[in-house]
């Protein structure tokens, strides 16, 4: 039966590929992927899925839903389509999309026998407001079974793990004065924005290798000869699991209130972002996605390591069993987030990378719907996360 799912995806590959070069020649940004969310939606009505468009207030999600008649396990697969700004689809998400868009196409005939229900979720922004944490958040997920996407990389790797991620904006107020005629009747908003970062950067030395903090100031004054009374600054905290993050980020927070007292401006703090959390893989759905993956005949699957960026599919991770393998393409020189890695995708590695995610993730989910003890297995895994 998966030589059969194979070769439907294979019959089709060329289809699927057009998804992904579509994409690419149209890149949209994080919220604004209407074409793309159009794009989709309309191809997996006409395939048959019940689509629904705008899903939870986000004009630019979908979800596309197949079932049999039969009752089953009920799989999730995500379609990402946002771009990177000036390089387009250096992330690949044009190919994500692509093999999510094979994977329930390849295995939807094969539901009225096996029974079970095929949700691809079209998830926006995932490269910057993270709507997949706020689809979890909001119950989008309840009832999945397994949820699973492939993400192009530059290597082939087994999932792993994510660092949780909070976008933090302080903002200072303070009061603008001629900085040489009166520059006591000042408050200076960047000089409180400096000593944010100088606490921020002697924090380091004092928490875990594995969190980052990393910031920009986005407001510094408007010119040399006037006190700054606002200033404002960015940043990403980020570190391994959530409970880290928590003490890490009340420890900035308190960075801040030092550089409030020292320079006597007043501070606001805001999320810009919404947070990411930690991915945790489910390992036993990880094992069922590799062995198919060799069975296609990849031979080089890297072990899992240690994810140093942050995916919304984290998030996912927290709420049902997760996924997010890598699927290698090109030489080994690319380098993701790059012109090249996007013109990659539109090649004939990329194609090849878009039929190896498709059908490894058809197949994953086949053997899901079709074997309860994996299902039980999944669950106990996933359980005992949550302990
Ligand atoms: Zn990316
Ligand atoms: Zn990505």
Same mark, same amino acid.
């Given at each position: 039966?998966?030589?059969l799912?194979?070769?439907r995806?294979?019959?089709?590959? @060329?289809? #699927?590929?057009?998804?992904?070069?579509w994409?690419y020649?149209h $890149?949209?940004?994080?919220?604004?992927?209407?074409?793309a969310?159009?794009?989709?939606s309309?191809?997996?009505?006409?395939?048959?899925?019940?689509?629904?468009?705008?899903?939870?207030?986000?004009?630019? &999600?979908?979800?596309?839903?197949?079932?049999?008649?039969?009752?089953?396990?009920?799989?999730?697969?995500?379609?990402?389509y946002?771009?990177?700004p000036?390089?387009g689809h250096?992330?690949?998400?044009?190919?994500?999309?692509?093999?999510?868009?094979g994977? =329930?196409?390849?295995?939807?005939?094969?539901?009225?026998?096996?029974?079970?229900?095929i949700?691809?979720?079209?998830?926006p922004?995932?490269?910057?407001?993270?709507?997949?944490?706020?689809?979890?958040?909001?119950?989008?997920? /309840?009832?999945?079974?397994?949820?699973?996407?492939?993400? $192009?990389?530059?290597?082939?790797?087994?999932?792993?793990?994510?660092? &949780?991620?909070t976008?933090?904006?302080?903002?200072?107020f303070?009061?603008?004065?001629? &900085?040489a005629?009166?520059?006591?009747?000042?408050?200076?908003?960047?000089?409180? !924005?400096?000593?944010?970062?100088?606490g921020?950067? =002697?924090?380091?030395?004092?928490?875990?290798s594995d969190?980052?903090i990393?910031?920009?100031?986005?407001?510094?004054?408007?010119?040399?000869?006037?006190?700054?009374?606002? &200033? =404002?600054?960015?940043f990403?905290?980020r570190?391994? @699991?959530?409970?880290t993050?928590?003490s !890490?980020?009340e420890?900035?927070?308190?960075?801040?209130e +030092?550089?409030e007292?020292?320079s +006597?401006?007043?501070c606001?703090?805001?999320?810009?972002?919404?947070?990411?959390?930690?991915?945790?893989?489910?390992?036993?759905?990880?094992?069922?996605?590799?062995?198919?993956?060799k069975?296609?005949?990849?031979t080089?699957?890297?072990?899992?390591? @240690?994810?140093?960026?942050?995916i919304?599919? %984290?998030?996912?991770?927290?709420?049902v069993?997760?996924?997010?393998?890598?699927?290698g393409?090109?030489?080994?020189?690319?380098?993701i987030h790059?012109?090249? #890695? =996007? /013109?990659?995708?539109?090649?004939?590695? %990329?194609?090849?990378?878009?039929?190896k995610?498709?059908?490894?993730?058809?197949?994953?989910?086949y053997?899901?719907?079709?074997s309860?003890?994996?299902?039980?297995?999944?669950?106990?895994? #996933?359980?005992?996360f949550?302990?």
């Amino acid at each position: 039966m998966k030589d059969l799912i194979k070769k439907r995806i294979e019959t089709r590959l @060329d289809e #699927f590929f057009q998804l992904s070069s579509w994409l690419y020649e149209h $890149p949209e940004l994080g919220e604004e992927e209407y074409q793309a969310a159009e794009l989709l939606s309309d191809f997996f009505a006409s395939e048959g899925f019940a689509v629904e468009r705008g899903i939870y207030g986000f004009e630019t &999600a979908f979800r596309a839903t197949a079932g049999g008649r039969k009752a089953g396990a009920h799989i999730a697969f995500f379609c990402e389509y946002d771009a990177l700004p000036q390089i387009g689809h250096g992330c690949g998400h044009n190919l994500i999309s692509a093999m999510s868009a094979g994977a =329930a196409v390849g295995l939807k005939e094969e539901l009225e026998e096996i029974g079970g229900t095929i949700t691809v979720f079209g998830t926006p922004a995932e490269e910057t407001n993270g709507i997949k944490g706020i689809l979890a958040e909001k119950g989008a997920f /309840e009832g999945v079974t397994a949820a699973m996407m492939a993400h $192009p990389n530059v290597i082939t790797e087994e999932s792993g793990t994510s660092l &949780a991620l909070t976008a933090l904006k302080f903002e200072f107020f303070g009061k603008a004065a001629h &900085a040489a005629a009166m520059p006591e009747k000042g408050i200076n908003a960047l000089d409180a !924005v400096i000593l944010l970062f100088n606490g921020v950067n =002697a924090l380091r030395q004092h928490v875990p290798s594995d969190v980052r903090i990393h910031g920009i100031i986005t407001d510094g004054g408007v010119a040399p000869n006037i006190v700054p009374d606002y &200033a =404002a600054a960015k940043f990403y905290l980020r570190s391994k @699991d959530k409970e880290t993050l928590a003490s !890490v980020i009340e420890k900035v927070k308190r960075c801040a209130e +030092g550089a409030e007292a020292m320079s +006597g401006a007043s501070c606001k703090i805001s999320r810009f972002e919404n947070a990411y959390d930690n991915l945790r893989t489910n390992q036993t759905l990880s094992n069922l996605f590799t062995a198919n993956l060799k069975a296609l005949g990849e031979t080089e699957v890297h072990g899992a390591s @240690d994810g140093i960026g942050s995916i919304d599919i %984290g998030n996912v991770s927290h709420v049902v069993p997760v996924i997010h393998p890598w699927i290698g393409m090109g030489n080994g020189e690319l380098v993701i987030h790059t012109k090249e #890695f =996007a /013109e990659c995708t539109i090649t004939e590695q %990329g194609k090849e990378t878009l039929l190896k995610g498709a059908c490894a993730l058809a197949m994953t989910a086949y053997d899901v719907i079709t074997s309860e003890a994996a299902q039980s297995k999944i669950q106990e895994e #996933f359980v005992s996360f949550c302990r």
